[in-house]
């Protein structure tokens, strides 16, 4: 194998694993060192950098850092990152003076953002403290997007959303709030520089099966009847509600219908309990209020009596998985079962729409009814006119979107210089050195042996009792400052200079994961066998790279598989000539 090449920001980054898996590629281990030293302030401003709505997030994010977690490699739980982040927002103080100054001779670019959800705030966010004028288009009395029309207020109160998109609403954006778009021609009229279309996924998918138009109103696409009853439209639910779905909306469906009345509620799902695409912590919350989730079952007719909804007939299948993990439902040949309900919520997706984009206008789309894209600069076949979050390629997560957002940002900013969105900054990165003394550390680098620390909720009772109540309470001081000790540090690196080394083999000695050898190189197969525990390739290849050093003076290569080690720092401790190092990666990001 080649000497690796660690010039490159993508060789640490992708060590950093739970910073690697978040689209907006939060410092995740860098703020939880900040709050395992109660510096909480601090701590929310580096998520506000990159994510934006650390207290937004820090409730509802849907964690794609904590499967890449590499706690969860020597345990079964992850650290709760999602948690810690909002611990950091309730802990910390008045971050107004730490915001960015807003210029007062703007730059002469005027933006149109459509749409007031978390891609286009983000939009607004970095490109406001460069001198823009920003004007913001929504249909909603408030902004926010899909975060306030379809998070209950039990899981994300309104105190929290209005205060993080209000940091940004409050650097000077314009606002038409009940203003609905009908027509881009007349928005490209006014001569904007560019416009950002991060309208969402606003139309959910109905269920169109025999009984359907006599059903009427007691059957709801379950997008809208959330808006409805974050708009206080809608205030009660009828006494037996079935919930369509295995996302996380037909969660929020559901539990929301506990709260307005509902005292028969159910979920059914056409998939296993393990396949639907709820998140698991979603799941959990809605067993642990007593809502019974029902699977494998595939609706099949509405049943009337009498004029009214009576119920639904479903089909009982099972799950049938191919040689490639392909499933299939398959029919058991059972008889239909009726389950009894007066109301129905159907959550089995939502699409983006576009009626209001004329056809003559130069933006083209795909056969879904998507725009075509620069999948990197989000610039669509109309270069003034910029996608983002669930418009530009269907629905995702708030944290994509603000992904999306800051990509769209960047590329904005080179559009209206004149300069091709595609010439986009290099990524860099720093390595600063944590070595304090010969035994010291400036990062804490014990391995902490603490389970996942649960999160406190509110009392079933109480819950249940109010549709605001949130009922996740977050971690208070000390529970947060035990799972922040659970973090292994990922980004403080192990780097190792081969010119250093004398092969006395004490660090392969003291390693505690055995993941580092000295050994004659080879092709990577060959080489992953012999490491002292042998890391085969599997099908999708490992996670993590083998780092390779140059040729040493024996001849011999230190390979050192990432895959599994700790960060602990005992290598660089225990090596005599200081050919190991601790330092600290920080990517610059454009």
């Given at each position: 194998m080649k000497e690796t090449n660690t010039k490159s920001p993508d060789y640490f980054h992708k060590v950093v694993d739970c910073q690697y898996a978040c689209p907006a590629h939060t410092p995740v281990p860098e703020y939880i060192r900040l709050?395992?030293?109660?510096?909480?302030?601090?701590?929310?401003?580096?998520n506000w950098e990159s994510n934006v709505f650390p207290g937004i997030l820090g409730r509802v994010c849907d964690r794609p850092?904590?499967?890449a977690c590499r706690r969860g490699r020597v345990e079964d739980t992850p650290v709760a990152i999602c948690r810690l982040k909002r611990t950091a927002a309730d802990h910390r103080n008045d971050i107004s003076n730490l915001l960015p100054g807003i210029p007062k001779e703007k730059n002469g670019k005027h933006i149109a953002l459509i749409g007031a959800g978390p891609a286009s705030l983000t939009v607004a966010r970095d490109l406001?403290?460069?001198?823009?004028?920003i004007t913001i288009y929504d249909r909603d009395q408030k902004a926010g997007g899909m975060i306030r029309s379809q998070i209950p207020a039990f899981r994300l109160p309104e105190k929290v959303?209005?205060?993080e998109v209000g940091y940004i609403l409050n650097m000077g954006v314009e606002t038409h709030f009940g203003t609905d778009i009908t027509s881009l021609k007349e928005l490209l009229d006014k001569q904007y520089d560019a416009i950002f279309i991060g309208t969402g996924a606003p139309s959910g998918r109905d269920l169109d099966i025999p009984g359907r138009e006599a059903a009427g109103d007691n059957v709801q696409v379950g997008i809208n009847w959330l808006a409805g009853v974050a708009f206080e439209h809608i205030k009660t639910?009828?006494?037996k509600v079935i919930v369509l779905g295995g996302g996380n909306t037909a969660m929020d469906c559901c539990r929301t219908a506990l709260r307005l009345g509902g005292k028969d509620v159910k979920v059914v799902v056409r998939s296993s309990f393990e396949d639907m695409k709820a998140s698991p912590w979603e799941k959990e919350d809605a067993k642990a209020e007593g809502i019974d989730i029902?699977?494998?079952?595939v609706p099949k007719e509405y049943v009337i009596k009498n004029g009214k909804l009576a119920g639904i007939l479903f089909e009982k299948v099972e799950s049938i998985y191919d040689e490639n993990d392909r499933r299939k439902l398959v029919p058991t040949g059972e008889e239909p079962n009726l389950i009894e309900c007066d109301q129905v919520l159907v959550a089995i997706g939502q699409d983006a729409k576009f009626p209001w984009i004329e056809s003559d206008l130069g933006i083209e789309m795909d056969q879904w009814g998507m725009p075509v894209l620069n999948s990197e600069t989000l610039q669509s076949t109309l270069p003034k006119v910029f996608f983002g979050g669930d418009a530009a390629f269907g629905p995702e997560n708030i944290i994509t979107a603000v992904a999306h957002?800051?990509?769209?940002a960047t590329s904005i900013d080179l559009f209206c210089q004149g300069l091709p969105p595609e010439q986009r900054p290099e990524e860099s990165y720093t390595l600063t050195s944590q070595k304090m003394g010969v035994h010291e550390w400036s990062y804490q680098n014990a391995v902490c042996n603490e389970t996942r620390q649960a999160v406190p909720h509110l009392n079933k009772r109480k819950a249940l009792s109010s549709i605001s109540a949130e009922v996740e309470l977050g971690f208070d001081e000390q529970l947060a400052l035990t799972e922040a000790s659970r973090c292994l540090s990922c980004d403080v690196q192990t780097i190792f200079s081969a010119n250093r080394c004398i092969e006395c083999g004490a660090c392969e000695d003291i390693c505690p994961m055995d993941c580092i050898n000295f050994t004659a190189n080879g092709e990577e197969v060959d080489l992953r066998s012999r490491l002292r525990v042998p890391a085969p390739l599997d099908k999708q290849g490992n996670e993590q790279a083998l780092y390779v050093s140059a040729d040493l003076k024996t001849g011999q290569i230190m390979a050192k598989d990432e895959d599994v080690c700790l960060h602990c720092g005992l290598c660089a401790e225990r090596c005599p000539t200081g050919a190991w190092d601790m330092q600290k990666f920080q990517l610059s990001l454009t």
């Open positions: 709050i395992a030293d109660k510096r909480y302030t601090e701590a929310y401003m580096i850092c904590e499967p406001m403290p460069k001198g823009y004028s959303l209005d205060e639910a009828k006494k029902i699977n494998h079952q957002g800051h990509q769209a």
